[in-house]
């Protein structure tokens, strides 16, 4: 299991867990995106808590994600971003969407 | 500067061998006690060169991935990183952050990636024949000789 969702009070929390690379970010972003559309939250919040290791295609699942729940009109937040990945997400540029809480 | 270990391995160019690849340096290089932060930053910059030769050296088909390990006697750790794929047309081109020739969401940043988490980056490559990268990255808390 690398991803379990939760959806409460019209949010949908994505928590990811363990290593993300190219090879896990497809099975993350195809069960995130079924359930943002069918949902249709209004705010979907990813959490980092459990990821122990992230390369770009970490990158690129959250770039992806905003693009996906900014076409139904919601808001994305990045959160409980562990130390060890804040160096990869601030080399990124992701902060400058305003996603990183 | 000599070389006082060195790991050599190949394998397919499947992406459940990303992990694969990032994992089996890291074992390799634990002898140096690295920092968790260097550990990581050198696991990270495997990820993004191994990903890039499945994604981009071997777009359509499966090939070998090879993965050359030195470490020296000043704490240096240089990783080749190489495949017998398609090439880089422009290297300079494919090393701008953002540029990325996919469109399977790649934030196109695993050489920013590479060049800020290592000392030093150097990309080969020849159409039709393959692509290289080699990386540095000197270790500062430990020396070799003392374990």
């Known amino acids: 299991m690398v991803v379990e969702t939760d959806f409460t009070d019209n949010i949908l929390t994505a928590k990811l867990y363990g290593e993300i690379d190219h090879h896990k970010a497809s099975s993350i972003r195809n069960k995130i995106d079924s359930q943002t559309e069918s949902l249709r939250p209004k705010e979907l919040h990813l959490d980092f808590t459990g990821v122990s290791f992230m390369d770009s295609s970490g990158i690129g699942l959250i770039m992806g994600r905003y693009r996906q729940v900014s076409l139904i009109g919601g808001t994305l937040k990045v959160v409980n971003v562990p130390k060890s990945l804040q160096k990869i997400m601030s080399l990124s540029g992701i902060d400058s969407l305003g996603v990183l809480k | 500067m000599n070389v006082v270990n060195e790991l050599n391995f190949s394998f397919l160019s499947k992406s459940t061998n990303e992990s694969f690849a990032r994992a089996t340096v890291s074992a390799f290089i634990l002898c140096l006690d690295p ?107 430990t020396s070799y000789d003392k374990r």
């Open chain 2, 35 to 141: 920092t968790i932060s260097e550990l990581s930053d050198i696991k990270t910059a495997v990820s993004e060169a191994v990903t890039n030769c499945i994604v981009h050296g071997y777009p359509d088909y499966l090939g070998i991935i090879y993965i050359n390990v030195k470490i020296t006697d000043t704490n240096k750790i240089i990783i080749k990183i190489r495949d017998k794929g398609i090439g880089i047309p422009d290297v300079k081109q494919a090393l701008e952050p953002l540029f990325t020739t996919s469109n399977d969401e790649r934030a196109g940043l695993g050489f920013a990636v590479m060049q800020s988490f290592m000392d030093n980056v150097k990309v080969r490559s020849k159409e039709g024949v393959g692509t290289s990268v080699t990386m540095e990255k000197t270790l500062y808390r």
